[in-house]
């Protein structure tokens, strides 16, 4: 499995030169696995992922959502797929929002209010797959999906991806409570290669920022500690968080547990 991170900020995009070692656009994570094509969320960082796709003349690709806030979803309107026709496109995302299908989300983030170009003219193949938070499902032949759910307003979704013997592990956007692990979210991520997890905040600015759906990177070494997780990357960083406090940051979580690094936008991992 190779993993490469497209977009690694939480909130909103960061393009300013003090934010561009570890990246400016928001979450988009694409992952190589048995010559086929998965990507966890559509942040500002999918367009430049589908452009390089293109190059590469990779077609068809598996969308897997975390949920639908705007720092993953700015991307999908400028993913170039969904307006070729033979691109293929599949949308997988929890039925977290009522009675809304995934379908009627992206109908509405592309509403005329919103875009010019609305869903009816799209002439890719784009279809969506809804499901239960805690389903599992085979995303294609060899690769198994798990899914949990995280504590964040209005719902996001964790992604396990076991292939080829490997185990990635997608978790961001997620609240800790102090002092009570998410136990479902550490056997999601029981004995995962590598785990992409929400490090938004430090633990001291947590506080101020109570119900906003966020954790630090002390709480994703706790996990990964306790899963027996390989790898951590941390990922989902604040827009209030230059490079020079990421790099600090990167520096303490590595310090406290060597698996520990910060994910970077144009970083590869291969697992
Ligand atoms: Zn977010
Ligand atoms: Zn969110």
């Known amino acids: ?82 307006y070729i026709p033979g691109c293929s496109v599949t949308v997988h995302a929890a039925l977290n929002y009522g009675e809304l299908t995934i379908d009627d989300l992206i109908r509405r983030h592309m509403s005329e209010e919103l875009h010019p170009v609305q869903y009816e003219h799209l002439a890719s193949d784009l279809t969506s797959h809804g499901f239960v938070a805690g389903d599992a499902f085979d995303l294609f032949d060899g690769a198994r999906v798990k899914t949990g759910m995280l504590t964040h307003p209005a719902g996001a979704t964790v992604y396990r991806l ?28 029981r004995d995962a290669d590598l785990v992409v997890y929400d490090t938004c905040y430090t633990e001291e600015e947590l506080p101020t920022k109570q119900g906003w759906g966020h954790s630090t990177w002390n709480e994703a070494v706790k996990l990964c500690r306790m899963a027996n997780a390989k790898r951590l990357a941390l990922f989902h960083y604040s827009p209030d968080y230059d490079d020079t406090m990421l790099r600090a940051l990167e520096a303490e979580a590595h310090a406290e547990w060597s698996g520990a690094f910060g994910a970077k936008e144009g970083m590869e991992v291969n697992i």
């Open 162 to 189: 076991e292939a080829e013997g490997k185990v990635f592990v997608y978790a961001t956007d997620t609240e800790h409570t102090p002092g009570r692990p998410d136990l479902a979210l550490v056997e999601l991520m």
């Open 1 to 82: 499995m190779r993993i490469k991170f497209w977009g690694v900020r939480g909130s909103v995009s960061c393009a300013y030169p003090d934010f561009l070692e570890y990246g400016g656009n928001t979450a988009c994570v694409e992952v190589d696995v048995m010559g086929r094509t998965v990507v966890f969320d559509a942040g500002t960082g999918l367009p430049w992922l589908g452009n390089d796709l293109l190059k590469r003349g990779v077609k068809d690709v598996q969308l897997l959502m975390s949920h639908f806030h705007n720092d993953h979803t700015g991307g999908f309107n400028y993913f170039k797929h969904i």
